[in-house]
C-alpha cells in the first residue's frame, strides 16, 4: 500500500503544490523576479544540457530499427493530441474560459515523458529498448515541433507569445544548443552522471521548480485567482482527465488493431498518451509572456498529476496479468 501511494503522491508533486502556494502567498516582484527570470534561463540550460548527457545514443541506436513503433508513438503525441485539443476547443472555452483552453492546446502540442514512459513501462512489462528510443525521439523532436505547432494552434493574442522567429531563436539557444552541447560531453561526463543520479534529479526537479515559482509570481501579480475559482478548477481537472482517456482508448485501440506484440502494445501506451511537465515548464517559459505563463502551465500541471496516478494503476495492473500469464503458458 505505502508503494502504491508513493507512486500516486510523489515529494516532487507535494514540492509542486508548495511551490504554487508559495507563489500565492509570497509573489516575487520587481528587482527580484528579474533576478529569478535570469536565473531560470540558466536554470533550463542546465536542464537540457544534463538531458542531452543522460541521453544514451546506443539505447537510441538499438531501438530506432522498430519504426513502425516509432511512428505511431510520433503521430499519436504531435497528431492525434492536437487534433484531440482542436475538437475540443469549443468545449474547453465554454467551461474553463479562453486563457486555460489555450493551456490545454498547449498541453496538446507537447512531446512524451522520458523517465515516467520508461519507468511505467518496464513495472507493466512492456518493451523498454523500444520505449527507450521512442520517448527520446519525442523529447528531442518536441524541442522543434511544439514551438511550431503552439505558434499555429494556440491563439494567445498579441502580446501572449512571442514572435515565430524569436521564439525559434529562443528555443534553440536556450534548449538545443545545451542539448546538445549534453550530448557532444556525453563522453567526458556520462559517468559522473549516471554515479550521480540523485545531484542531476535535484538539478532536473530544482530547475522545473523554479520555473513554476516564478511563472506562477508573475501570474499571481496579475491576478491568476482571481480568475481561476474552485469550480474553474475542478472543470480544468476533468477536462484532464478526460483527455487522457481519450488518449488511453486511442493508443490501446491503435496498438491493437495495427498488430503489434503485447509488450509494444503496452509502449505505445506509455509513450503515446503522455505529456512532458519537464519539457513543457520551460517551453512556456520561452514562448509566453510571464504574465500569461502561469495559466499556460495550470492545465499541465494538473495532467501530469492524473497521468501518473491513473498509469501507475493501469503499469500495475498490466504486470499482474503478466505475471499470470506467465504461471498459466508453460516453459518450453
Known amino acids: 500500500m505505502k508503494g502504491n501511494l508513493a507512486l500516486l503522491f510523489d515529494r516532487f508533486t507535494i514540492a ?11 509573489p516575487c516582484r520587481g528587482e527580484a523576479a528579474h533576478i529569478l527570470a535570469i536565473a531560470t534561463i540558466l536554470a533550463i540550460a542546465l536542464l537540457f544540457f544534463l538531458h542531452g548527457a543522460k541521453l544514451s545514443r546506443e539505447a537510441v541506436i538499438a531501438g530506432i530499427t522498430h519504426w513502425r513503433l516509432h511512428l505511431l508513438v510520433l503521430a499519436c503525441t504531435f497528431v492525434l493530441f492536437p487534433l484531440i485539443g482542436l475538437a475540443a476547443r469549443p468545449l474547453t472555452v465554454a467551461l474553463v474560459g479562453v486563457p486555460l483552453a489555450m ?6 502540442t507537447l512531446p512524451s515523458t522520458v523517465q515516467s514512459s520508461i519507468a511505467f513501462t518496464s513495472i507493466a512489462r512492456g518493451n523498454v529498448p523500444a520505449a527507450v528510443c521512442a520517448a527520446s525521439a519525442s523529447s528531442l523532436i518536441g524541442i522543434f515541433l511544439t514551438p511550431l505547432l503552439a505558434g499555429l494552434l494556440v491563439h494567445a493574442g498579441a502580446d501572449a507569445t512571442a514572435a515565430p522567429g524569436n521564439a525559434i531563436r529562443d528555443i534553440t539557444l536556450q534548449l538545443f544548443v545545451p542539448f546538445v552541447a549534453g550530448q557532444i560531453a556525453r563522453p567526458w561526463i556520462g559517468g559522473f552522471i549516471a554515479r ?3 545531484l542531476t534529479g535535484i538539478v532536473d526537479r530544482g530547475s522545473i521548480l523554479l520555473v513554476v515559482y516564478t511563472a506562477f509570481s508573475a501570474a499571481v501579480v496579475e491576478g491568476l485567482w482571481r480568475q481561476v475559482n ?10 484532464c482527465g478526460a483527455l487522457l482517456a481519450v488518449a488511453l482508448f486511442a493508443t490501446h485501440e491503435l496498438g491493437l488493431r495495427l498488430g503489434f506484440s503485447r509488450e509494444d502494445q503496452i509502449t505505445i501506451l506509455f509513450c503515446g498518451s503522455k505529456k512532458s511537465l519537464a519539457s513543457g515548464v520551460p517551453m512556456a517559459n520561452v514562448l509566453f509572456t510571464p504574465a500569461t505563463v502561469g495559466m499556460i502551465v495550470l492545465p499541465l500541471m494538473l495532467f501530469h498529476q492524473v497521468q501518473l496516478m491513473v498509469c501507475a ?3 500495475q495492473r498490466y504486470a499482474r496479468a503478466g505475471a499470470q500469464h506467465d504461471r498459466e503458458v508453460p516453459a518450453d
Do not use: E, K, Q
Open 16 to 26: 509542486l503544490l508548495g511551490t504554487v502556494i508559495l507563489a500565492s502567498l509570497l
Open 103 to 108: 493551456g490545454l492546446m498547449f498541453l496538446c
Open 196 to 198: 550521480h543520479r540523485t
Open 230 to 239: 474552485a469550480t474553474t478548477l475542478l472543470a480544468l481537472l476533468l477536462l
Open 313 to 315: 494503476v493501469l503499469a
